[in-house]
């Protein structure tokens, strides 16, 4: 029962009267100490401002008084009892609960009339608490809102102010609450940050509620004043308050004014929303971090352009017709906000699609640069103080790749900004940015524009970090050890921008403006590199390690600082890739681009043997023959040709006739001979023991099928293989460290020798072809055909003894008949005397195989065999090339094709036996000061007759048809002999004579 039942419902006007002079009266009383009277003038009074509204205000002040004395008692027992909050401590008096009692009732019954002025009462009178209390240590000592409001929520008097503004905002008869949200207002703009916990209860007990209002109320203030003048700074503390809590219910009232204002439903939000937005924002960073992580990223081009037909009207009436106060407003709102990157990849996107907007867009690019500029280069500020004021600086550095893409934007002035953006946040940031973007530079340069703000961007950072060019490239190539191969050929276009800028950079035109050159860089990180070229990788890309052949054929000094075992892999992966190169058909990738990629690999060859010691030439002569011979590679130089498919079944039969490497020792090492033949047995702390497995035979099952390729550039590659071994024989292994000292000795003039390096001239020396080496690859030929260690000399045996030798001679032959591109590499040893004199062996096995051939049929015209015939001739041209055999010996090779088989052999006779007088050795040959090339001495000339009478009787023989040459092959012979040779052979000598007579004078 309430103490209100005992007042009438329907007073008089006397009743009011008497009971006003009883309030008074009690109210005198009280303030003499009377507790009694106290609690009576309070009832008296609560009964009166229900019909005595101008009694209000000494009503309120009495009741005010009773809370702020529960209060007081509150904090003190609190702080006696160290913080520690029990409710027992004050028991519920129930004069305080008639007066709470009172005040619910009168919301119940009349809600829309008392329901604006108790929130009012009730928020001031909570805001004056919170201030006279704020500097008790008990509040002061709290570490959080949620501790304040633990230790205020204690109090009974306090819970009953929080739970009639409750009652006053959810006042069904009231369903208006701008009262309340004024009141709010208000009190939190006299009263903060003291009354932020007041806030934060209401705002934690009807989030959306208090939200929407607190924001519809702020927008409909900011119609009516201006900035300065409304209550913006309020709505701004309570939405700022509550959005670190009630993110979602700050956003979904932005969104709601965004709504209004591009719907045009609501005209104060359409002519206000957006400045009312950006000035709410300004004045909380909370609230601009809502607006920017939340709102900003749902909005469309199509919301922009709707906003058109507003932005002037918002110049002129919000900013005093001064669009650059507008565009700074902005600016100041994306440095502050971490979502900066988001809004200037919006306005870049903008800047080249809004129509009118877009003018603003770059203003507002270029005002931002402008002030981050200001801000990172004259800023007084400490850079940590500096970046915790302006988030938007680290923000750029996290989110990074945002921009990334704009680097190369066909829109110059986009570009541009971008990369000034980078430089700043490179510069005062992290180096990591900037290997970032030189990564992007890499892969997405298309046009020069691209690679010149590349090297912008590289020549201003690398004044603070030396090394961030080396880092990018280290990116590179761990991304391309990584990831996939992409099939539109992306993956190749950061290498092939490098190779565009290391040409420039070594030519010159243009020059690049920077002072640690790629070529450097790469030369540094060749260690690196070399995995890209590793053909044993899963990973390895053909067209990836072509592109890197080229920049490494153009980095000057490539050995320079390099250690040798790098330098070895270089060089084995280039022979590796030399033979992938060359099988490439034509269809694929054009000949000319093929003898491109060759040529790089030949000059890089040669770099690499003429800047380091000889081992690196040795390898690579080694390699390139080995790996040429190998049966796998034989379709590669042969217009047809057997290569190994799989094995057979064990129905299958093999001809003889068909190519079997495990025919020839050449093929196959002794290690896996002994394999075949034997088991391994391991025992514990012993020897490996072998065993003799008891099976010699080879299982059909296991022999290699056989098919035979095509292919139609057997020509070119051999050409091209002829070409790299010469390349690596100019070579002069030493030459090119010695020269590049030299010219570092005089004056600096480094460069000059790398451009010429880079170019292929490196010494004069260079350009002829190393003797030394040449020699080297006779004897890997030796070495390698020849499938005995013992009779490889260089003298010439009797023709019986070649008998012995018949089963090597007969398997020299047949690697000839099996890589007939071993005649080629033949005649190059022969071109380069005396190296052909370190072949003697495999001369001398392929002519005994060739007089057997010979032998065997004797009176049969030697044009019936056009291949032996042909072989047969090719290896005296060699001899003749490589100044084995003098003329006219060296000229059977024109009269053989007329003879028969018996002459041949006889004139085959005389070039051994020759052979076997005048043993090969390279000491017969002397250095033409004229052409620097090594000729046999003057009494090479000079043969006996016994070595040439049969071929001069052969030419008589057969003069009908090789007379002609008697005067070329012996000159100082009298033509009269001839003459009546030729008159003593039947019938047909008057005819033959004339014949003989117009030819001799020639």
Not at 495 to 521: A, D, L
Not at 767 to 788: C, G, H, Q, T, W
Not at 804 to 812: F, G, K, S, T
Request: hydrophobic share 40%; proline share 4%; glycine share 4%.
């Amino acid at each position: 029962m309430s103490f209100l039942d005992r007042f009438t419902k329907n007073p008089t006007g006397e009743k009011l009267l008497e009971e006003l002079r009883c309030f008074f009266i009690s109210s005198a009383k009280a303030r003499a100490g009377d507790d009694i009277e106290f609690r009576e003038s309070i009832r008296i009074g609560l009964w009166i401002i229900r019909h005595l509204p101008v009694s209000r205000d000494a009503v309120f002040d009495l009741v005010s008084v009773v809370y702020q004395e529960f209060v007081q008692k509150h904090l003190s027992s609190v702080e006696q009892r160290d913080g520690v909050i029990s409710i027992l401590d004050e028991e519920i008096d129930d004069f305080l609960k008639d007066i709470h009692s009172t005040f619910i009732l009168y919301l119940e019954n009349c809600g829309e009339i008392w329901s604006p002025i108790l929130s009012s009462w009730a928020l001031h009178l909570l805001g004056q608490f919170s201030t006279q209390n704020a500097n008790r240590p008990l509040l002061t000592r709290a570490q959080s809102v949620n501790e304040v409001i633990t230790i205020w929520m204690g109090s009974k008097a306090i819970q009953s102010l929080l739970t009639i503004t409750s009652r006053c905002l959810t006042c069904q008869d009231h369903s208006n609450t701008d009262s309340f949200i004024s009141a709010l207002l208000d009190t939190s703009a006299a009263h903060s940050p003291q009354f932020d916990w007041v806030v934060a209860h209401v705002g934690n007990t009807y989030p959306q509620t208090v939200v929407t209002e607190v924001l519809n109320l702020g927008l409909n203030n900011f119609s009516l004043n201006p900035p300065q003048g409304s209550k913006l700074s309020s709505v701004a503390g309570i939405l700022g308050h509550l959005s670190t809590t009630h993110s979602k219910e700050v956003q979904n009232a932005f969104d709601q004014t965004l709504q209004h204002v591009l719907s045009g439903t609501n005209p104060t939000a359409e002519r206000f929303g957006i400045p009312y937005l950006l000035h709410l924002c300004s004045s909380s960073i909370p609230l601009l971090d809502v607006l920017m992580d939340s709102v900003l990223p749902k909005v469309k081009e199509d919301t922009i352009m709707g906003m058109q037909p507003m932005i002037q009207s918002w110049i002129q009436f919000h900013f005093a017709q001064n669009a650059q106060a507008l565009i700074a407003l902005v600016t100041h709102l994306i440095l502050k906000s971490n979502c900066g990157p988001k809004a200037l990849e919006i306005l870049m996107n903008g800047a080249k699609t809004w129509r009118f907007l877009g003018v603003y867009a770059r203003m507002l690019l270029k005002n931002f640069m402008i002030e981050i500029s200001s801000l990172l280069y004259e800023s007084s500020v400490p850079h940590k103080d500096l970046v915790a004021n302006f988030p938007c600086i680290s923000a750029l550095k996290e989110k990074s790749d945002t921009l990334m893409k704009f680097l190369t934007d066909s829109d110059g002035q986009i570009a541009r900004f971008t990369k000034q953006i980078i430089k700043l946040i490179s510069f005062y940031e992290a180096e990591a940015v900037g290997v970032q973007a030189l990564v992007h530079y890499f892969r997405s340069s298309v046009t020069d524009s691209h690679i010149w703000h590349m090297t912008d961007l590289i020549s201003s950072l690398e004044m603070k970090y030396p090394s961030i060019l080396g880092n990018a490239l280290r990116v590179l190539i761990v991304e391309a050890r990584l990831f996939p191969i992409d099939d539109s050929g992306t993956h190749l276009r950061p290498w092939r921008t490098i190779f565009r800028v290391i040409k420039s950079e070594v030519s010159g035109i243009p020059p690049i403006p920077i002072k640690v050159k790629f070529s450097i860089v790469i030369r540094e990180n060749l260690c690196s590199l070399v995995s890209l070229l590793d053909t044993r990788m899963q990973q390895f890309r053909m067209d990836e390690a072509s592109i890197l052949v080229g920049i490494l054929s153009y980095v000057p000094d490539l050995t320079y600082q390099v250690l040798f075992g790098t330098l070895l892999k270089v060089e084995r992966f280039l022979v590796e890739i030399f033979f992938r190169v060359i099988a490439i058909r034509n269809g694929r990738v054009g000949r000319g681009e093929k003898i491109q990629q060759v040529s790089f690999i030949s000059k890089l060859l040669n770099h690499l043997c003429s800047n380091t010691s000889s081992a690196i030439q040795n390898d690579s002569l080694r390699s390139l023959v080995q790996i040429c011979l190998n049966p796998d590679c034989r379709h590669l130089f042969q217009q047809t040709a057997k290569v190994v498919s799989g094995p057979l079944s064990e129905d299958t039969l093999i001809d003889d006739d068909e190519f079997e490497p495990e025919r020839f020792t050449m093929y196959v090492s002794l290690l896996q001979e002994n394999q075949k033949r034997s088991v391994s047995v391991s025992m514990n702390r012993t020897h490996s023991t072998s065993f003799h497995s008891g099976k010699f035979s080879k299982s059909s099952s296991n022999v290699a099928k056989v098919q035979i390729l095509g292919n139609e550039d057997h020509e070119i590659n051999v050409s091209l293989f002829l070409s790299v071994v010469i390349s690596v024989c100019m070579a002069r292994p030493g030459n090119g460290r010695e020269m590049s000292n030299q010219m570092e000795a005089k004056n600096g003039k480094t460069n000059q020798w790398r451009d010429e390096t880079a170019h292929g001239s490196d010494s004069e020396s260079n350009k002829e072809v190393n003797i030394e080496a040449m020699r080297k690859v006779a004897l890997l030929l030796v070495e390698i055909v020849s499938p005995d260690v013992m009779f490889n000399g260089l003298p010439w045996p009797e023709e019986e003894f070649s008998k012995v030798q018949v089963e090597r001679d007969l398997q020299i032959r047949r690697a000839f008949e099996e890589h007939p591109y071993l005649w080629d590499l033949l005649e190059l040893v022969a071109h380069y005397c005396p190296s052909l004199c370190y072949c003697s062996v495999l001369l001398r096995a392929l002519m005994a195989t060739f007089m057997a051939h010979w032998t065997s049929c004797q009176k049969a015209q030697a044009s019936l065999y056009p291949t032996q015939l042909k072989w047969t001739v090719r290896l005296i041209n060699i001899m003749k090339v490589g100044q084995l055999i003098p003329p006219p010996l060296s000229y059977i090779g024109l009269v053989i094709v007329e003879l028969k088989a018996n002459e041949l052999l006889a004139l085959l006779r005389d070039i051994w036996w020759y052979m076997k007088a005048h043993v090969p050795i390279p000491t017969l040959f002397i250095k033409d000061p004229h052409s620097n090339r090594f000729v046999r001495d003057a009494d090479f000339v000079n043969v006996s007759p016994m070595y040439t009478e049969r071929l001069r009787l052969a030419l008589i023989n057969n003069v009908e048809s090789v007379g002609y040459l008697y005067p070329r092959l012996f000159p100082i012979q009298q033509q009269s002999l001839v003459v009546q040779a030729i008159n003593g052979n039947g019938s047909q000598g008057q005819g033959q004579e004339t014949k003989l007579k117009a030819i001799i004078p020639e």
